[in-house]
Every structure is written in C-alpha cells, then in structure tokens.
C-alpha cells in the first residue's frame, strides 16, 4: 500500500507552497528530492562532457548517463537499451520519427492520426502533407476520442499510425495494442505518444509491439529538457536524423561522404542535456521504487472520488465524465474558461485552461476552450474537497471581481 504521506514529503514544491493546490500534472509535474539531488550530485562531483573524455570524471559522467538508457529500458520493458534514443522532450522525438521518415514516404502514402490529439502529433505530419504529398487522415472515435476498433479500415499504402495512449485533454486510454496489429497487418509502423501515460500506467513495448514510443521527462517527475524516442532496433537504423554533428558520425570526408554511428547514437548530436539525463534516471527509479500498477490504482481511485464529487455542482459540464483514468475537463455554464482558471488561481488552486494543444479536439467535444484539472501521485481527497467548495461559490461577478 502506498505511504501517501512519506510520498508528499519527498517534493519540495509541496512543502515550500502548503497553500497550493497544483492540479495541472499534465502540463508538468513537480520533481522529488531524488531528482534534484541527482542533478546536484553531477555538478559537484563529476561535471564533464559525455563521450569523448579519458579521464576519471568524463569516465564517471559517462557511466552515468549510459546507465539511464538501462532505467529506460526497463521502465518501458525495451529488449535492450540501444533501442532508447535520448531527445528534448516528446515533441522532439515525433518530430524525429515524421522528419526522419520522409525518405521512406511517397506522395499519396496515408498517415492516419486522431482529432484528439496534441499539436506534437498533428503538425509534423501536416508539414510533411505540404511537402511531400502524403495523406493525413483521421481514425473513427467515439464522443470521447476513443478509436472505433470496429470501424477502421486502414488503406493498403497506410505507412504509419500515429496516436497518443492517453490523449492530453481527455485522458481517454486508446488501443494500442490493436491498433499496432491492425497496423501491421498493412505493413504500416505504430507510433505512440505516450507523454501522458508514462507516469500513470505501466507501459510493455514487446507487448503492446508498437514501433516508435515517445515521452518526456518533465511529465513523469523528471527534469525539464529530457525526452525520449523508443524504436525498434531495425526500425531505428533505418531511420535518418534530423540533426546533425558531433558524436553522431562515425566519420566524414572531404568530399562530402558521411558514415554515421549507429542507433542509438546517431540520434544524438552535440553535447545533450546530460544533468537532465541523470534527473532522468532519478525519476525512472522513483517511479520504479512505487511502483506504476501502485500508481495507476491510486490514481484512479482519487479520480473517481473527484469526479463523484464535482458532478453534484449544477454549472459544471465535464467532457470526459465515463473516463476512468487521465484529467478531469470541464467548463462552468456562462463563464470563459480562463476566467474560471484565474479565479481558482486566486484561491491558490492550479488548473490549466484554453485548447491544451488539441485544436482539433472541437470537433469530438463541441467547444474550443475548456478547464483541464490533472493528477499526480501526490495529488490527495483533501485537495479535491476544497477544489470542491471553492468551485461552489464560483459566480460570474467573482471571476470579474478578482480583477478589481
């Protein structure tokens, strides 16, 4: 069982702002003490470039950040760790994956994607619509952004799948698993964004056998800056990188020949975000030590209490009342979005409100705009209670007031 107290301890943000209620785990989550120790700990003890020193602490600095590519890989259930690609953040990864993959497509190859899902997802493909000539089309989804299984009939030049798990305004759990079957019945690749499951639920890649996964580390009580791109091991040595320079070549020539290192590395140019890395393995190990099928029972759990309380609240419309994991979304009748987020912000509650990325979502849910309150490990009922009654005495006079 879960030491929710022991948990909520071990997060500075918790203890130096006891007044907060911090419910936009979506946009990012905080970091525990482990985290920021780990990032410490590279810069007092071994602050060195990675890959291309001899020395104690280059040596030691090397270690390290080649020891989270083995975190990763276990967290994910990788068949090995050269199949994990450091990168910026998710939205670097799918780009990595779009980008490095328009040799391989031709014009009128399909791309199917969702409405529900977040710009990351949605843009490269359209760039690579503009440019190339593919296709980008959509899968059938329930009112809720779930893909219709029963309904899908991919065409034969389908090359690529490209869904979230958990899509990051709805929290609706896509899939994947026959998704990627039905993908590969056509021979297309399985990518998924898995920036909102990561900390939430446990992920199987070998089982789930999808191709590409993309994460980032900021959304699973890592650092900022950090992401990561799973491929297959074939799938990755075919696929080009988007950026290039140092230690990602093998070798260069003069007159223009390139020999790249391979997968993982060739990904990698110029120095990365080493600290961020270490963080990285830090969060992995946290979240590891709890445990994810810990984590995803608590979690819903807590989400039922929230929404079983919030739905006896006559002004409030939720879009994803039947979900039982991700964000709770709503609107409150007669009053804009930011304006309910600014007054929960004014009694030091964190909510995130607008189109969240997702600007095709619209056409699913029927509005543009919408509040988006998410959870985290270290999210408790007392939180939500007086989510609850401050959201009781919201008015439209009180969201005005606030500003005067």
């Known amino acids: 069982m879960m030491d929710l107290v022991n948990i909520r301890s071990q997060f500075p943000m918790l203890q130096n702002h006891p007044e907060l209620i911090y419910l936009d785990n979506g946009a990012t989550t905080y970091k525990p003490y482990s985290v920021i120790q780990s990032i410490l700990s590279y810069y007092y003890d071994f602050n060195s470039n990675v890959e291309r020193g001899d020395y ?44 490095g993959l328009s040799k391989q497509l031709q014009p009128k190859d399909v791309v199917y994607i969702t409405e529900g899902e977040h710009a990351s997802n949605v843009l490269p493909w359209f760039r690579l619509q503009e440019e190339l000539g593919i296709e980008v089309e959509y899968l059938p989804v329930d009112e809720v952004g779930k893909v219709r299984l029963d309904q899908i009939s991919l065409k034969e030049n389908t090359k690529v799948v490209s ?17 990627a079957q039905l993908a590969h019945e056509v021979g297309a690749m399985m990518v998924v964004d898995a920036a909102q499951t990561i900390a939430h639920h446990p992920i199987d890649v070998q089982d789930l056998d999808v191709d590409y996964i993309c994460f980032s580390s900021h959304k699973m009580y890592g650092p900022n800056g950090v992401g990561v791109l799973y491929g297959k091991q074939t799938l990755l040595e075919a696929l080009d990188p988007i950026v290039l ?13 390139v020999e790249l290192k391979h997968a993982p590395y060739k990904f990698e140019a110029g120095t990365p975000n080493i600290e961020g890395v270490i963080g990285l393995g830090a969060a992995c190990d946290f979240l590891l030590s709890v445990g994810l099928d810990e984590i995803e029972a608590y979690e819903k759990e807590l989400r039922t209490y929230f929404y079983d309380q919030i739905r006896k609240l006559d002004l409030m419309e939720v879009y994803n009342p039947k979900n039982s994991f991700g964000p709770i979304t709503f609107n409150v009748k007669g009053i804009f979005a930011q304006d309910v987020a600014g007054y929960l912000a004014h009694h030091h509650i964190a909510v995130r409100s607008g189109n969240h990325c997702a600007k095709l979502l619209h056409h699913i849910i029927g509005t543009d705009q919408s509040v988006r309150a998410s959870l985290a490990i270290y999210n408790n009922r007392e939180e939500i209670d007086r989510f609850v009654k401050v959201m009781r005495e919201i008015s439209l006079e009180k969201t005005i007031d606030i500003f005067f």
């Open 163 to 179: 869904v979230a798990e958990v899509t990051n305004v709805l929290g609706t759990i896509q899939p994947i698993k026959e998704l």
């Open 245 to 257: 320079g140092g230690g990602m070549n093998a070798r260069f020539y003069r007159k223009g020949q």
């Open 56 to 99: 104690e602490t280059a040596v030691k600095a090397d270690q390290a950040y080649e020891s989270v590519r083995r975190k990763v890989a276990k967290l994910i259930h990788a068949k090995s760790d050269g199949e994990i690609v450091f990168t910026a953040n998710a939205t670097a990864s799918l780009n990595q994956i779009a980008y």
